[in-house]
């Protein structure tokens, strides 16, 4: 038993040190595709049991409604400058999402998106946000409304890639450029105004953070979850 945690412990320290040591332009795992280290469900210590690795993804299994899943939060945060990439599907009438420079402290914020900006995965067919503008896939949820035609048919797979430069933000959906705007600035804070985290006095403002998997309560699979800096 102390082999073993001893072990475990020398992972967690060189994983994290991977993390924090990594240089500019190279891609760091977030998940190893065997477990859920370097993740924990937003106000907890460790991942929810409704999220499983499942042949090498983590899958949120919502048909035990007796598991727990919650928002699944990185245990590293990350600065402004980043290249985020993943890949996701998702279940019929599905819901789901991918935030960033989300805040890890439950203590002052009850949920994950009163920080966080969010990349939607969605059944646009399906679910009833695929009926309102700003909240179909591959938006910025609530925010900035994308490019259509770029998602695959619901239970394939997606590639996604959010990418945050300088205050310039990109958002990828299978190769395509789905969103394009700008944060920080005037305008970014004229789109808050306009949506429904307005009055989440830190919503959008704080430019670092930790990336953050959306529990929905429906069926959702990520898998190949990377990040560099830039």
């Known amino acids: 038993m102390k082999v073993f945690i001893t072990r475990t412990l020398v992972f967690i320290s060189l994983f994290f040190s991977t993390l924090v040591n990594a240089q500019p332009g190279e ?6 595709g065997k477990t859920t280290k370097g993740w924990h469900t937003y106000g ?14 983590l899958h ?6 007796d598991l727990k899943g919650g928002d699944l ?49 969605l059944d646009n067919d399906g679910h009833p946000d695929g009926k309102i503008k700003k909240h ?8 900035v409304e ?22 310039k933000l990109d958002f990828f959906l299978n190769g395509v450029n789905v969103v394009s705007t700008t944060y920080g600035d005037a305008d970014w804070k004229t789109l808050i105004a306009g949506s ?14 930790h990336i953050a998997l959306q ?9 190949n979850i990377m990040i560099k800096k830039l």
């Open 60 to 65: 949120l299994d919502a048909g035990n409604k």
């Open 44 to 57: 907890k210590t460790t991942a929810g049991e409704a999220w499983k690795v499942d042949n090498g993804t």
């Open 146 to 167: 994308g490019k259509e035609g770029a998602v695959h048919a619901t239970g394939e797979w997606n590639l996604a890639e959010i990418v945050s430069y300088n205050g």
């Open 136 to 143: 179909r896939v591959g938006n910025l949820y609530d925010l």
């Open 196 to 209: 429904k985290f307005k009055d989440k006095p830190d919503f959008g403002k704080i430019f670092s953070g």
């Open 73 to 121: 939060v990185t245990d590293a945060s990350f600065g402004n400058n980043f290249h985020l990439k993943l890949e996701w599907k998702i279940a019929k009438n599905g819901n789901s999402g991918v935030m960033f420079f989300v805040q890890d402290n439950p203590a002052v914020y009850k949920s994950v998106w009163h920080t966080g900006p969010e990349m939607q995965v």
């Open 215 to 223: 529990d929905h309560g429906d069926h959702v699979w990520y898998r």
């Open 27 to 32: 891609w760091i795992s977030l998940f190893d």
